[in-house]
């Protein structure tokens, strides 16, 4: 590798004439460069290397200029949480919009498959699990796109046996989101003239009471939690850090708080007939900073590549996804610890275990459901998507690199 220290007197102008893949190569080694600096609290020469890579990143150049410099506000973020009351006073106005937040999921449904590959294979399982039931209960962790529910009236509506009737419970922090919800799927219900109820939850998934999530006896619960599982990891991660004789100063209050372990262990009391989980298949829960960095880079280098391989450079809603859904994952990997770091995303493998520890039992997706969302992928009109197929739960791809897993389980008594 060359050096990559400035010459005296035109610092880093020779950085800007690289060729594209020079710079790809210089900017990975400047990142990493970069992150030992700050792990190991050496600020004056991580300074300099967040400079450099000021110099090449760009959020609107290549695939590498774009990651990099999202990966160097993470790292200057971290730096900054060094001294709280400059971080707060530099973040204090930085308020995320409702509408910011609809519109930011809603381009990520639209960009990339994933989440209808998710919504297809969810609802496939759901179909085959409700068969013959009269009275259908599905708890939505993370209630905030119709489109998936209303698939899935339309699929009810054309039941031989006649739908069931369906209840949904939706649980979002935000209440605007969830009366939209309500809005159009009793529209659609109405229109299918389908018996339905939508039972919205405000709660944070942390502090959800399942009292108020009323499942009945006499009813085939199915629950669907799509990229929700992981935010609760931290609280697993605190639990450990109060019953340390070793206590940090700053360690958050857990009172009210759920841990993973404990959640895992409510849902699987609910006895639901069928539960459908849909997760980033990345390692970004590691102990150490270089290596949350390391696999970071690899997985967002995917996601990233998608873009640059399906959307114009140009384009406004691909720079806010990139900004403000990956840029700020990026962010919270990297620059957060404790219960504040909230994107621990794992891998396919850990949550098997996670879930087998809670009870639950896997129930293989059907290549039915398989199939449709095969198809789906294809119509995508993009070679690069793959799906592969690992003991009856679905990874989904980009080339090789494995991005989202989606898996089905059910209480086992």
Same mark, same amino acid.
């Given at each position: 590798?060359?050096?990559?220290?400035?010459?005296? !007197?035109?610092?880093?102008?020779?950085?800007?004439?690289?060729?594209?893949?020079?710079?790809?190569?210089?900017?990975?080694?400047?990142?990493?460069?970069?992150?030992?600096?700050?792990?190991?609290?050496?600020?004056?020469?991580?300074?300099?290397?967040? #400079?450099?890579?000021?110099?090449?990143? @760009?959020?609107?150049?290549?695939?590498?200029?774009?990651?990099?410099?999202?990966?160097?506000?993470?790292?200057?973020?971290?730096?900054?949480?060094?001294?709280? &009351?400059?971080?707060?006073?530099?973040?204090?106005?930085?308020?995320?919009?409702?509408?910011?937040?609809?519109?930011?999921?809603?381009?990520?449904?639209?960009?990339?498959?994933?989440?209808?590959?998710?919504?297809?294979?969810?609802?496939?399982?759901?179909?085959?699990?409700?068969?013959?039931?009269?009275?259908?209960?599905?708890? /939505?962790?993370?209630?905030?796109?119709?489109?998936?529910?209303?698939?899935?009236?339309? *699929?009810?509506?054309?039941?031989?046996?006649?739908?069931?009737?369906?209840?949904?419970?939706?649980?979002?922090?935000?209440?605007?989101?969830?009366?939209?919800?309500?809005?159009?799927?009793?529209?659609?219900?109405?229109?299918?003239?389908?018996?339905?109820?939508?039972?919205?939850?405000?709660?944070?998934?942390?502090?959800?009471?399942? /009292?108020?999530?009323? *499942?009945?006896? &006499?009813?085939?619960?199915?629950?669907?939690?799509?990229?929700?599982?992981?935010?609760?990891? !931290?609280?697993?991660?605190?639990?450990?850090?109060?019953?340390?004789?070793?206590?940090?100063?700053?360690?958050?209050?857990?009172?009210?708080?759920?841990?993973?372990?404990?959640?895992?262990?409510?849902?699987? !009391?609910?006895?639901?007939?069928?539960?459908?989980? =849909?997760?980033? /298949? @990345?390692?970004?829960?590691?102990? =150490?900073?270089?290596?949350?960095?390391?696999?970071?880079?690899?997985?967002?280098?995917?996601?990233? #590549?998608?873009?640059?391989?399906?959307?114009?450079? =140009?384009?406004?809603?691909?720079?806010?996804?990139?900004?403000?859904?990956? !840029?700020?994952?990026?962010?919270?990997?990297?620059?957060?610890?404790?219960?504040?770091?909230?994107?621990?995303?794992?891998?396919?493998?850990?949550?098997?275990?996670?879930?087998?520890?809670?009870?639950?039992?896997? *129930?293989?997706?059907?290549?039915?459901?398989?199939?449709?969302?095969?198809?789906?992928?294809?119509?995508?009109?993009?070679? &690069?998507?793959?799906?592969?197929?690992?003991? &009856?739960?679905?990874?989904?791809?980009?080339?090789?690199?494995?991005?989202?897993?989606?898996?089905?389980?059910?209480?086992?008594?």
């Amino acid at each position: 590798m060359m050096s990559l220290s400035p010459s005296i !007197g035109s610092p880093y102008t020779w950085l800007r004439e690289l060729k594209s893949e020079e710079r790809g190569l210089a900017l990975i080694h400047l990142l990493l460069t970069c992150a030992n600096h700050v792990a190991a609290g050496s600020l004056e020469n991580a300074n300099v290397m967040l #400079d450099q890579i000021s110099q090449l990143a @760009s959020p609107d150049g290549d695939t590498m200029q774009r990651i990099a410099a999202y990966f160097n506000e993470a790292l200057a973020d971290r730096i900054l949480k060094t001294w709280p &009351g400059l971080h707060r006073a530099l973040n204090s106005t930085r308020i995320v919009m409702v509408s910011e937040e609809i519109l930011v999921q809603k381009l990520f449904l639209e960009l990339f498959p994933f989440l209808k590959v998710s919504y297809i294979l969810t609802n496939q399982a759901i179909v085959e699990a409700m068969e013959g039931e009269k009275m259908v209960h599905i708890i /939505d962790l993370n209630a905030a796109e119709p489109a998936q529910w209303i698939a899935l009236l339309q *699929v009810f509506s054309a039941r031989p046996e006649g739908p069931p009737h369906l209840r949904i419970t939706g649980v979002h922090h935000q209440k605007e989101i969830l009366e939209q919800m309500a809005h159009k799927l009793t529209e659609e219900a109405e229109k299918l003239d389908i018996p339905f109820q939508f039972h919205p939850v405000v709660s944070k998934l942390e502090n959800l009471d399942f /009292d108020k999530l009323r *499942v009945k006896t &006499g009813e085939a619960l199915a629950i669907s939690s799509i990229l929700q599982l992981h935010s609760l990891l !931290g609280l697993d991660d605190e639990a450990l850090r109060r019953r340390s004789p070793l206590l940090s100063k700053n360690s958050v209050s857990l009172t009210a708080s759920m841990t993973a372990e404990s959640f895992l262990n409510a849902l699987w !009391g609910l006895s639901p007939k069928v539960m459908i989980v =849909t997760e980033q /298949d @990345s390692n970004h829960n590691g102990s =150490t900073l270089m290596e949350r960095v390391l696999e970071a880079l690899y997985s967002y280098a995917a996601l990233f #590549d998608c873009l640059e391989s399906t959307v114009s450079r =140009t384009s406004v809603e691909r720079l806010k996804v990139e900004k403000m859904l990956f !840029g700020e994952e990026i962010k919270n990997i990297i620059a957060c610890e404790g219960a504040e770091r909230r994107e621990r995303h794992e891998k396919l493998d850990k949550w098997i275990q996670r879930l087998d520890l809670s009870g639950f039992g896997n *129930v293989p997706l059907s290549y039915y459901g398989m199939l449709q969302a095969r198809r789906f992928l294809q119509s995508c009109g993009c070679e &690069g998507y793959k799906m592969r197929d690992e003991n &009856g739960c679905v990874v989904i791809c980009w080339q090789d690199r494995p991005l989202f897993s989606i898996s089905a389980w059910r209480s086992r008594k």
